[in-house]
């Protein structure tokens, strides 16, 4: 069981170009998250899924699209990179929303992070 | 939308005593708060969780506190460890809503 797993771990892009980081999880969980981390900031969150074909916008989706083609995957893409999108990018996946009531712990279980540079 | 706010930012103990961390959140209808714990290089992993129907919880050396009328909640770790030394992360979220909504962390350093 390994949970969620996040690819590529490292990458270096220059400006313009594009990629996308993938997510796959394991655990049959309905909705999975993109979050950034910066130093100061915390964790932002970019993008989510609540369920296969479907996304929806974070606090900060600007340069960034996703998809949901099947449950156990969901993709980050960056189109043309930007140096202000130099981050840690975590990848998060749950069973059930945090707030849908008792019995439902809504724990986030997140990958261990891609860290990208853009130069 | 939401917004958390989490104090203080760095956080230095001495072994064995207690170390506090502070939350405020700005959505009354938030009843949903847990904190995640960030070692070194490592991913967030939940520690703690409360819901806004209880006012603390406990387990074992850590527990959350929240006052509902104030908006705000509170991480309490005692007798201090040197694998406590983390970044510590509060959010918050509320019914019908899947986001969480994270504070900016609080580094918490375990002075030997």
């Known amino acids: 069981n390994a949970g969620v797993t996040q690819t590529p771990k490292f990458r270096v892009l220059k400006t313009g170009q594009s990629m996308t980081l993938l997510c796959a999880q394991d655990m049959n969980h309905e909705y999975m998250y993109w979050y950034r981390q910066d130093p100061g900031m915390g964790l932002r969150l970019i993008h989510y899924?609540?369920?296969?074909?479907?996304?929806a916008k974070g606090e900060v989706p600007d340069g960034y699209n996703v998809s949901r083609l099947k449950k156990q995957n969901f993709l980050l893409g960056l189109e043309s990179a930007a140096p202000s999108q130099t981050s840690v990018y975590f990848c998060?996946?749950?069973?059930?929303?945090?707030?849908?009531?008792?019995?439902?712990?809504?724990?986030?279980?997140f990958g261990e992070g891609s860290r990208l540079t853009v130069l | 939308g939401e917004n958390v706010e989490q104090h203080p930012s760095t956080l230095s103990v001495q072994e064995g005593d207690s170390a506090v961390i502070k939350c405020t959140y700005s959505?009354?209808?938030?009843?949903?708060f847990p904190w995640y714990k960030q070692e070194l290089g490592k991913r967030p992993q939940l520690i703690i969780d409360i819901r806004s129907n209880v006012g603390e919880k406990k387990d074992q050396r850590i527990a959350v506190t929240l006052n509902k009328t104030a908006k705000h909640f509170s991480l309490h770790i005692t007798e201090t460890q040197p694998e406590d030394s983390a970044v510590y992360f509060c959010a918050a979220s509320s019914r019908g809503n899947e986001k969480l909504t994270f504070g900016t962390g609080t580094r918490l350093t375990i002075i030997p």
């Open positions: 959505d009354s209808a938030s009843n949903y």
């Open positions: 998060a996946s749950s069973p059930f929303s945090g707030a849908r009531g008792p019995g439902n712990t809504g724990e986030l279980f």
């Open positions: 899924s609540v369920g296969e074909g479907t996304t």
